[in-house]
Structure formats: C-alpha cells, structure tokens
Nanobody
Framework: QVQLVESGGGLVQAGGSLRLSCAAS????????KAWFRQAPGKEREFVAA????????YYADSVKGRFTISRDNAKNTVYLQMNSLKPEDTANYYC????????????????WGQGTQVTVSS
C-alpha cells in the first residue's frame, strides 16, 4: 500500500515561491504516475500538474503553466511542485496523488492521496 506525505506549504507573499514535496513509502513509487491537485474553501478540487512514471511527459493546468514545475526524484521516492510567481488565487490546500499507471488528469484517476499541505498567498 502506498502512503504519501506532503510538506513545504506555508504563508508567502504574492510573487514569492514555494516548493512542495511528496514523499512516498510502502510500495515502489518511482513507477507510479504522480500529480498535484488543490482545493480552496468552497471550491471543487482542481488539477494542478501531473507527471508520467517515465518523467517524459508533464501536464499543467492553464492557470499555473509557466509558473509551476512538477518533477520527481525516483531515488528519494519523492515528487516536487516548484511554485513561482505565486498569486493570491493560488491559495489552497495542495494534495499529492499517485496511481499505478497514468490514466488522466481527474481526481478519480488517482488511487492514492496525501493528507494535504496548506499554501496561503497574501496580497
């Protein structure tokens, strides 16, 4: 069973940067498709970024393209989300997700989830 733990969230000023980390344990994580989602209060959970197990393909929501970068370190069983030029509308609880194979960019395409880490961007 795969267990995911996010870290790196916090409070930052608009225009600042954060790097989120998602560490996995329990099963081999390197071969899994991985993604980041976020959910703001009163809103639906939305897709942010995803990476195939091979690392050869990445996907981003239009709202974060050019500002966020998803990456992975298979040796550390960790996936990262580098967040630059943060905006107040990026404020949300960010969740790491994984699946044994790449299926898509919907929440239901991922079987394993972390507990979430809060990102708050002040204006």
């Amino acid at each position: 069973q795969v267990q995911l733990v996010e870290s790196g969230g916090g409070l930052v000023q608009a225009g600042g940067s954060l790097r989120l980390s998602c560490a996995a344990s329990g099963r081999t994580f390197s071969s899994y498709a991985k993604a980041w989602f976020r959910q703001a209060p009163g809103k639906e959970r939305e897709f942010v970024a995803a990476i195939r197990w091979s690392g050869g393909n990445t996907y981003y929501a239009d709202s974060v393209k050019g500002r966020f970068t998803i990456s992975r370190d298979n040796a550390k069983n960790t996936v990262y989300l580098q967040m630059n030029s943060l905006k107040p509308e990026d404020t949300a609880n960010y969740y790491c997700a994984a699946n044994s194979y790449f299926k898509g960019l919907r929440s239901t395409d991922y079987d394993y989830w972390g507990q979430g880490t809060q990102v708050t961007v002040s204006s």
